[in-house]
């Protein structure tokens, strides 16, 4: 049975969540945090690493005893500390964690005098005005409880783009090795590139006598099958990820790929323009009366409706269907246009490789550059450099760089952005270096004017180069702050700024349709990996995603510059 980095991810946090309502040590509770956050992100996947027999604390935030869980999850399916904690407390109880407000300390005590085990019992127990006789909760935390029950029933459970692609191509690879099987596409929202995926939809190109759909039932990791006929099914994965599967013959296949890749708008626009040309489309292809005339291919489909081919990011119906029909659309951005990276971390600070490690790393990338840019002192957390730290690795820079071939270090820094808009070192000190990435990591909570007027101080410095991940929302995790993202771009233009498009799968900040802005406002967007380790520039491909959904072509982006340009456009502005 296939175990992906998101399933250990999962049970990690279990793990912490139970330990926490256990009052367990921290310590402990965090390396289970982090060790799941780590894996969350990390596009390698952990049970081919075993498989080749690598050593997993060399990656990040990983020990010996977290090793041997994740050794014991992925030959078993168990982890036999989960075992013993589902035996002392209720599976279900996790889930009270979810319901905003709820922390583990009330968990505890909800448990503990009321025997609530599910969201339905604290539901009931809330109604009831049971919960309002607790120590410490009262009638108004009571109230907001029965409210924060109701709006969480209401919503539904999006799955990041990156953890989605996990299960994707586990299950792509799967069905491509039936016999029968010519053709497999994952269509839907994650073809679009969508930064979060409520289910998966594949097309399947396969004879009539294929197995196909008798073994896409029986997958290991189906739990539950909600329909499933000749040519289509509907299936729950353990992760609680539907899959929706079609099978479809060849001479339909682009038809179908473009229906079920969507958006739906986006084809209900594209089915206005076919009936004023007197054409039906649908899910089988383009038909002229009984006569069908294009299917085979989705660039089929487009001709016969007079469009040119839109990729699947742009499919939006945000105004590329008037570009199609002219021939106009945006050639956009590659992973392949990338030219270096601007935002790394090393061991230095909380990066997990070293100097030398990561120069390696980015040159086999295809990099010309990697910019090092490690946090600044006020982020002690983080081990942040104060001035001489940042200096002693200026000179290890200078050192490698004497030595490297075909790979550049930059001298960088992520410079934490104080409340007033200072930056947390001096310009005596930043005037040392290469670029200036400013972030903010505190004060998310500023009114709109107080944090736009902070970022707009610290683009006054002249040493600052580009502003990281503009918004700061966590996808599913963290609202963005409040700030006014318009005029932040164009005064990001005024002051010879570019912004970042951060390509962690947490962050995926900055978000496509503010891309689309600074493209129309001409500031240059730099899609970064943030790397932490050597593992995260495969993170970039998320990034590139994301800059497609926002219409970024190559000469949009700053770091499709060879290195020579770009010194030119990173240089202060004084
Ligand atoms: P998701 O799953 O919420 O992330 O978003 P999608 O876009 O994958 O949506 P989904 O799974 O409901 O449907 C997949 C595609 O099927 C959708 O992008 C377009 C197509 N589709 C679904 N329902 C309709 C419809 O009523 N009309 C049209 N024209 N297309 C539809
Ligand atoms: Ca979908
Ligand atoms: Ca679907």
């Known amino acids: ?190 073809r679009r590139m969508r930064e979060t ?71 209900i626009a594209v089915r206005r323009i076919a009936q004023q040309k007197g054409l039906k489309i649908n899910e089988y292809g383009v038909y002229k009366g009984e006569k069908r005339i294009a299917g085979v291919s989705e660039e089929s489909v487009y001709a016969a409706v007079g469009l040119t081919y839109i990729p699947p990011e742009l499919r939006e119906n945000r105004g590329e269907i008037e570009l199609a029909q002219t021939g106009r659309l945006p050639r ?42 490690e946090h600044s002192r006020r982020l002690t957390v983080a081990h942040g450099l104060d001035p001489l730290r940042l200096a002693r690795q200026c000179t290890e820079i200078d050192k490698l760089n004497a030595t490297l071939d075909g790979i550049t270090l930059l001298k960088g820094i992520e410079v934490d952005i104080l409340e007033d808009g200072r930056l947390d070192l001096p310009d005596n000190v930043l005037a040392r270096l290469d670029l200036v990435v400013g972030a903010v990591h505190s004060k998310f909570d500023l009114s709109r004017a107080k944090q736009t007027e902070r970022i707009l101080r610290a683009m006054d410095s002249p040493y600052f180069t580009l502003l990281a991940y503009p918004t700061g929302r966590l996808i599913e995790r963290r609202a963005p702050y409040d700030v006014d993202m318009s005029r932040i771009i164009r005064e990001a233009k005024n002051r010879g700024c570019f912004l970042e498009l951060n390509a962690n799968p947490e962050r995926l900040d900055l978000l496509d349709t503010y891309c689309q802005m600074a493209k129309e406002e001409g500031v240059l967007i730099s899609i970064n990996s943030d790397a932490h380790s050597t593992y995260d520039f495969a993170n970039l491909r998320f990034g590139i995603g994301q800059a497609r959904r926002g219409w970024l072509e190559k000469k949009d982006v700053l770091n499709t510059r060879s290195l020579e340009e770009l010194r030119k456009l990173i240089k202060p502005t004084m």
Request: with cysteine; proline share 3%.
């Open 1 to 190: 049975m296939p175990r992906h980095n998101a399933d250990i991810a999962t049970t990690f946090e279990e793990i912490a969540d139970l330990l926490e309502i256990q009052g367990a040590n921290p310590f402990r509770i965090r390396a289970y945090r982090n060790a799941a956050r780590i894996l969350g992100e990390l596009s390698e996947d952990v049970a081919s690493l075993l498989d080749k027999g690598e050593d997993l604390t060399r990656l990040p935030g990983i020990g010996d005893d977290l090793a041997a869980k994740i050794r014991e999850f992925v030959s078993s399916g168990h982890c036999s500390l989960l075992d013993r904690l589902h035996r002392e407390l209720p599976a279900a109880i996790t889930d009270l964690l979810k319901i905003p407000g709820i922390g583990p300390k009330r968990v505890k005590a909800l448990y503990h005098d009321l025997a609530v085990q599910t969201v339905e019992q604290l539901y009931r127990a809330a109604r009831d005005g049971r919960i309002r006789l607790l120590p410490g909760f009262g009638e108004k935390t009571e109230l907001n409880i029965l409210r924060a029950v109701e709006a969480h029933a209401n919503q539904t459970h999006r799955f990041k783009l990156a953890v989605a692609a996990q299960y994707a191509e586990a299950i792509r690879n799967f069905l491509e090795a039936i016999p029968g099987v010519s053709e497999v596409t994952v269509a839907g929202s994650y």
């Open 197 to 267: 995926v409520g289910d998966l939809d594949i097309l399947v190109a396969a004879a009539p006598s294929s197995p196909v759909m008798q073994r896409f039932i029986h997958y290991d990791e189906v739990v539950e099958t909600l329909s499933a006929g000749v040519t289509r099914a509907s299936v729950v994965l353990r992760c609680g990820m539907q899959v929706d599967m079609r099978v479809v013959d060849t001479a339909s296949f682009g038809a179908a790929l473009h229906y079920f890749t969507g958006s739906k708008s986006h084809n």
């Open 332 to 373: 956009l951005v590659e992973q392949s246009d990338l030219r270096g990276d601007l935002h790394a971390h090393t061991k230095a600070t909380d990066g997990h490789n070293t100097l030398r490690e990561m120069a390696l790393a980015a040159k086999s990338e295809g990099f010309e550059y990697l910019a090092i840019t």
